[in-house]
């Protein structure tokens, strides 16, 4: 007897309708992509987009790029990269332990914040007033893998990426959609609270009582529990959800990290630094179009979104390295 098997893709998909819930999204339902292509022999379509998303410019480019603290000093505070990581396993978690998807929640995952700017959604704020409504990095993650860098994801993989903040409506259409966005919601909040404490942000007994008697007292305990009660609340509701109390104690811990963490007073200067320069940079841009690369935008785009793809794509020490190059001395000392 062989003591591999040989697991084709056909056979996978049939796996997964004896295996997974019923509320899970099959591999071999799926919408289908933007441009019909052949299926691959082994790797289902969700899988193929996985591997996708891993190998773009855009998903390389995450390593530098912030997560809260603008340019921190050290070596161990959270990147974009790191981030998308860990939401990335809390969403299996989550999905192996409720029967959906693993792989649809994962290529999710892994291209959620693709689109995102250079300092974090500081980079949002600076470019919001620049077009109609509200740049949002959801928006511009579909962007990237529709149009800059196309990969012909799946419907579902694109849908995902669109919803995965809670401020977009409609909703994600597919349940492991919606685990990413719990799964990005308990990832940010765990590794937040540990970067403002390794900052001297946040002390341990600045912590609000109530969120480390419900979730416990370490980050690892506080995954385990949200992750837990995720699973818990979504099955006895055959949907995913929170049960009230647990969403109420997690709303408290964001109200909270956002008044002494994400909007402190103290961080005001360096944020108005990071607006004016990407606000200079796509001002110099957009008057010099013939300067953004190619490979940054589409040849259709207008002069001011050659110039906000470009430096939205921008990491933040290429963003900083920029605006020294063109508009010395250096906003950031």
């Known amino acids: 007897m ?13 796996l997964e309708h ?10 071999d339902e799926s919408k289908g992509r933007g441009e019909e292509e052949d299926h691959d022999e082994f790797r289902t379509a969700f899988e193929r987009d996985r591997d ?9 480019r995450l390593k530098h790029k912030t997560q809260v603290f603008l340019n921190p000093d050290g070596d ?9 990581i860990h939401v990335t396993q809390v969403g ?4 192996r332990g409720l029967g ?8 999710i995952c892994l291209g959620h914040d693709v689109g995102h700017s250079p300092f974090g959604h500081t980079g949002e704020e600076a470019l919001s007033p620049l077009v109609e409504g509200e740049w949002l990095h959801s928006e511009q993650g579909v962007r990237v893998l529709t149009l800059l860098e196309p990969q012909n994801l799946s419907s579902e993989v694109l849908d995902g990426v669109r919803a995965h903040t809670w401020k977009i409506d409609p909703p994600p259409q597919t349940p492991e959609g919606w685990l990413c966005r719990y799964a990005d919601r308990i990832a940010y909040l765990t590794h937040d609270v540990a970067d403002a404490l390794r900052a001297g942000v946040l002390s341990y007994h600045d912590i609000p009582t109530r969120i480390l008697i419900t979730f416990g007292a370490t980050s690892r305990d506080w995954i385990d529990s949200m992750v837990t009660s995720v699973i818990d609340a ?13 969403l109420d104690v997690m709303n408290e811990l964001r109200d909270f990290m956002f008044e002494r963490v994400y909007v402190r007073p103290e961080s005001e200067n360096q944020k108005n630094k990071a607006i004016t320069m990407i606000r200079d940079l796509v001002q110099y841009y957009s008057e010099s179009p013939n300067e953004v690369p190619d490979s940054y935008t589409t040849p259709t785009a207008d002069p001011l979104h050659r110039a906000i793809d470009y430096v939205a794509g921008m990491t933040d020490r290429f963003a900083l390295h ?5 508009f010395r001395p250096t906003l950031f000392d």
């Not at 004896?18 to 591999?27: D, F, I, R, V, W």
């Open 52 to 60: 996708r998303i891993v190998h773009t410019k855009a998903f390389r």
């Open 322 to 326: 920029t605006h020294d190059r063109l």
């Open 76 to 84: 161990h505070f959270v990147t974009r990269m790191t981030h998308t």
């Open 18 to 27: 004896e295996l997974l819930a019923p509320l899970a999204t099959k591999s």
């Open 100 to 107: 959906l998807n693993e792989d649809l929640t994962e290529a």
């Open 92 to 95: 299996r978690a989550m999905a």
């Open 2 to 14: 062989n003591a591999l098997l040989r697991r084709t893709r056909l056979g996978r998909e049939q």
């Open 234 to 246: 979504s099955h006895a509701a055959g949907e995913i959800t929170l049960d009230p109390e647990q």
